[in-house]
Structures are given as structure tokens and as C-alpha cells.
């Protein structure tokens, strides 16, 4: 094992919540290191499959109420009231943020409430990925202060007593130690184990497990948010809900007529109203329509009044769909699909992003932050802004009153005995090796679309468990250790924890339906996810 540079600040991750954090961190450290499973840019929200990517802004003095209504209304008591708080009171002021990193936002003209919400507020949008990335490069790669690690898995935190002292990463067959004082974890959500998910494959839970293992705590991953998307023509193509407005009927494949569209009175009403949200939510009487939707897809067709409509949301998609990505819904079959999108839980933090564990920070999908059963519309980029800010400013207090002199005291030696140690630790249950690296990927990236979509029940939850668990089996940590086999130990963790989440949560609550507990219940409570001895522990915390 290496060790390549001691930093004051490492952070691990390149999307927005990653970049806006580096950004940050550049201004006021000396040594920054910046280290990323792919390449920088690699987060969900640069996935290009979209027309634009929107950001809820406060609008005014008058709006904080109105917005904090809307975050709480959705929430469904399982949200986080005062990063909620925080949020509202910084997220008009940080938009800037965006441009510090490469993006041009600009605000939208029409005054459509974004998803979920009731109020209609400002809503900045960004898109033209390709271009924003090539700015990022070029402010990042410049800095003489940051240092970049691209390709690199994050494997375990290494502490020193109560406080993080670095992090050990894989990059292909070689393993490298890079020592900091702070970690702030970027590392995004889980929904890169689905087949069917509109996320780049590498971000992917693994965050998730390691900051749990270096002490930290889970909440609400059970709430992950689907959101049809193409099969057909064009497959990971998000598709635009405001155009079921104009639906006239959804077939099976076989073309089955599966639901009446809006030229029935009695369906007619569904429509609307599924045309106002993206995700999958429990909360609304149009759930009959995402029920209804198999894993295999379903055809929507259309009115030819669809084209008519000159509202900027509707040009903006269509012409976004016809030009770049060569779909005409009037002229094109189209098969749709659920696809995870989102993730509203991850590691608990406060309004500072800290996460309990002294000199962890955790910013962005990865982490806990507003959301609740739901996820608003134009929430999550504005998160990463609003916790990747918060994180740096704090964690410059965390360093200037702590006191560093015995850093130097940590030998590479102590690092790697108990690294191996760890590692013997989690492939003491190696049984035989039957399977490669990709097969595994394969096998659970199906596992976990048809057992923990839309539709779940404790027979799908325990059939994907059972299954995990047999995979395990056949597949040997510790003979595929250079092939990156911890990954793949830390990606199944990370699918058991959100797994072992839904089968405690015996409700139907905002993105998370049980078809065998379709309700949701009287007492509302969190689940908090831990780990000791590398096995999960679930606790209910009643709110």
C-alpha cells in the first residue's frame, strides 16, 4: 500500500455535491485531495439522459413559510425540519455556487410549481453537461491546491481514537492510504445497483456502508424515488410526466389496453393528477397508473393536442426529445418503465453536514438531508449546494480548534495491519468461487429491480436476501481481491441495508409501498441504521 499526500481536507466524490465542496474547500485550505470512482463530473447529476435539471430557490420572505409547508407536507413526518431550515434560509443565496463549478443556471420563465409542490417559487434551471463539464475541468485541474485521484474506490476510514485520520482506496490492482484531518463523503445514493436506474453504474451505496462502518448513522433508506423512463426507442431516457396530461390510453407490450386515458371521465382525473409529479408516491389516488406498470413496460399513447401546448415545460422537453435524442411521441413506439432516480435517505447529519463522527462530513445524495417519503422537485442539486458549502465552513472550524500535532504519529504500517485485518475479517465466510466480478453486478442489478421497485412485500424483500446471500456464496473476497471483490462486498452491504429497511418498515408511506401493508400507519417513526462488527442494526426511533 501507498500513501500518497496528507491533505487538510479529502473529498470523495465528483459530482455537484463533490465539486461544490472542492470548490469551497480550494478557497480557504492549502491541501485539498479530490477522489472519484470515475472521472470528475461522474455524478447523477450529469447523467445526460435529460432535458434540463431544475433547483427550487426560496423566493422570498414570504415564501419560507410557504416552503417549508411543502417540504413538511411531503415529508410525511419522517423529514428533517431543521436542515429543512437551514436549507430555505441559504439555498437563494448559493445558487451562485453552480457557476463556480461550470454551470450556466438561468431562471425559468413560467410559473410551475415544481414537483410535489403546492407553491410555485423560482426554479433555476441548468443543462448542456458535456459544456459544463468542460468548464469544471479546467477550473479544477488547474488549482495548484487540488489534488486528483480519478478511478479510485473508497474502501474503509481510518481513525485515529474518535476522528477520521485518512481513508484507503483501490485504484485497479493497487491500494493507496491518503491521510487528512477531514473527510467530507460525496460519494452519491444507492440507485446504481437497479438495472433499470437513471444513474451512472459506479455510484452505487458503497459510501454509504463506509461511513456506517467508520461510526456514523443511516436514516430513511428504505424511501428510494422511481421514475418512468424509456425502454424504448432509446433506453435511460427520463421520461417528461407532464405529457400524460395529453395521454389517451396505456397498453401492455402485447398491446393490451391496461388503463383508459383522459377521454374517460373516470380515468381522466388520474391522468391530471399524475401529470403534476415525477416519483412514484403512494400519496395520491393516480398511483393506480405506476401499479399498473410492470417491470417488462408499458406503451403510452397520445392526443395530438400533446404538440399544441406551448408552455416552456412542455417546447423545452418535446424539442429536447425530437432534436437530441430522436423521439416523436405521436410518430414513435414508446415503451416506459419505472427507473430508481433518487434516494431520499443516506447518513444523518445536522445542518453543517457533520456526522457525528468527528472531522466526517457527508453532502448529497449520500446523505440524509431534507427530504423525507418524498423528494421535492429541485431539491437535490440544491442540497449539494446548500451542505457542500456548509460542510467546508465547518470543517474549517473543526481544524483551527483542534489541536493536529500527533498526526504525524500515524505510520503506514498501522494502517495496513489493520486494514488486512479487516479484510480477513469480512472474507472469514469465503465458501467457493464460481462467479466473476461482472456476473455478481449482473445478478444483483436484476435481483434488486424485481424484488425492490415500486411494488415490494416481505416475500420479494427475503427472496432478494436469500439470494444475496447465495451469490456470497459463490463468490471469494479474498481470491478477487485485485479484480475489486471488497466493491463488491461493500455494494452488497449497501443493498442490504436499504433491503433490511423496507422489510422493517411494515407501511405504505410516500415512495415506499408494501403491497402486503398498503396503508401507512398511525405512529410515525425513522429508521436508523447502524453498524457493529460489520453486521446492520436497525432501530426505531419514534418522532
Not at 436514516?219 to 396530461?245: C, D, R, S, W
Not at 415512495?511 to 400507519?521: G, I, N, P, T, V
Request: proline share 2%; charged share 30%.
Amino acid at each position: 500500500m501507498n500513501i500518497y499526500n496528507e491533505s487538510d481536507v479529502l473529498i470523495v466524490g465528483a459530482g455537484i455535491a463533490g465539486l461544490t465542496a472542492a470548490e469551497r474547500a480550494m478557497k480557504i485550505f492549502k491541501k485539498v485531495c479530490l477522489v472519484t470512482t470515475g472521472k470528475i463530473c461522474g455524478g447523477a447529476s450529469y447523467f445526460p439522459l435529460k432535458a434540463t435539471l431544475g433547483i427550487q430557490v426560496t423566493k422570498d420572505k414570504n415564501d419560507h413559510d410557504k416552503y417549508y409547508e411543502d417540504i413538511i407536507n411531503m415529508g410525511n413526518g419522517v423529514e428533517n425540519p431543521e436542515l429543512i431550515k437551514t436549507y430555505i434560509s441559504n439555498i437563494k443565496k448559493d445558487i451562485y455556487l453552480l457557476k463556480r463549478i461550470g454551470f450556466k443556471p438561468w431562471l425559468r420563465k413560467d410559473s410551475r410549481p415544481a414537483c410535489f409542490a403546492k407553491y410555485s417559487r423560482n426554479v433555476f434551471l441548468i443543462n448542456n453537461w458535456n459544456d459544463a463539464r468542460s468548464r469544471a475541468k479546467k477550473i479544477f485541474r488547474k488549482n495548484k491546491r487540488l489534488k486528483i485521484f480519478e478511478e479510485s474506490t473508497l474502501l474503509r476510514i481510518i481513525k485515529d481514537g474518535d476522528r477520521v485520520a485518512g481513508a484507503v482506496f483501490q485504484n485497479k490492482d493497487k491500494f493507496f492510504f491518503i491521510k487528512s484531518k477531514v473527510i467530507i463523503l460525496a460519494t452519491g445514493g444507492i440507485a446504481g445497483n437497479y438495472k433499470n436506474s437513471l444513474y451512472p453504474k459506479n455510484i452505487n451505496g458503497v459510501g454509504n456502508v463506509v461511513a456506517l462502518d467508520a461510526g456514523a448513522v443511516a436514516q430513511n433508506m428504505e424511501f428510494v424515488q422511481f421514475i418512468p423512463a424509456y425502454l424504448k426507442p432509446k433506453y435511460n431516457v427520463l421520461f417528461g410526466e407532464h405529457t400524460l396530461k395529453y395521454c389517451i390510453g396505456m397498453y401492455n407490450t402485447e398491446n393490451k389496453l391496461l388503463l383508459d386515458g383522459i377521454e374517460n371521465e373516470e380515468t381522466k382525473k388520474l391522468w391530471i393528477e399524475r401529470s403534476d409529479y415525477a416519483p412514484f408516491s403512494n400519496d395520491f389516488e393516480s398511483k393506480e397508473i405506476d401499479l399498473k406498470i410492470p417491470f417488462e413496460g408499458v406503451k403510452v399513447k397520445y392526443s395530438e393536442d400533446l404538440y399544441k401546448d406551448k408552455e416552456e415545460f412542455y417546447t423545452v422537453y418535446l424539442n429536447w426529445l425530437k432534436k437530441d435524442i430522436g423521439i416523436d411521441l405521436l410518430k414513435d413506439e414508446t415503451v416506459i418503465t419505472h427507473f430508481a432516480h433518487s434516494c431520499n435517505g443516506g447518513i444523518k447529519i445536522d445542518s453543517n453536514a457533520f456526522t457525528g463522527v468527528k472531522g466526517l462530513y457527508a453532502v448529497g445524495e449520500l446523505s440524509s438531508a431534507i427530504e423525507g417519503a418524498n423528494r421535492l422537485g429541485g431539491n437535490s442539486v440544491g442540497g449539494a449546494l446548500v451542505f457542500g458549502n456548509n460542510a467546508v465552513k465547518n470543517a474549517f472550524e473543526y481544524i483551527k480548534n483542534n489541536n493536529f500535532d500527533d498526526f504525524d504519529n500515524i505510520q503506514l504500517n498501522d494502517i495496513e495491519k489493520e486494514f488486512n485485518n479487516w479484510i480477513n475479517e469480512i472474507s472469514k465466510d469465503d465458501k467457493e468461487n464460481n462467479l466473476t466480478r461482472n456476473e455478481v453486478l449482473i445478478n444483483i442489478r436484476n435481483l434488486v429491480s424485481e424484488n425492490l421497485s415500486v411494488v415490494r412485500s416481505r416475500e420479494k424483500i427475503e427472496t432478494l436476501i436469500n439470494k444475496l446471500d447465495d451469490i456470497r456464496s459463490n463468490y471469494s473476497i479474498k481470491e478477487n481481491i485485485k479484480e475489486g471483490s471488497i466493491e463488491i462486498y461493500l455494494i452488497i452491504e449497501s443493498i442490504k441495508i436499504m433491503a433490511l429497511s423496507m422489510l422493517e418498515r411494515e407501511e405504505s408511506r410516500g415512495a415506499h409501498y408494501r403491497e402486503d401493508f398498503k396503508y401507512s400507519s398511525d405512529k410515525v417513526y425513522k429508521l436508523q441504521v447502524k453498524r457493529e462488527n460489520n453486521k446492520i442494526i436497525i432501530n426505531k426511533i419514534y418522532v
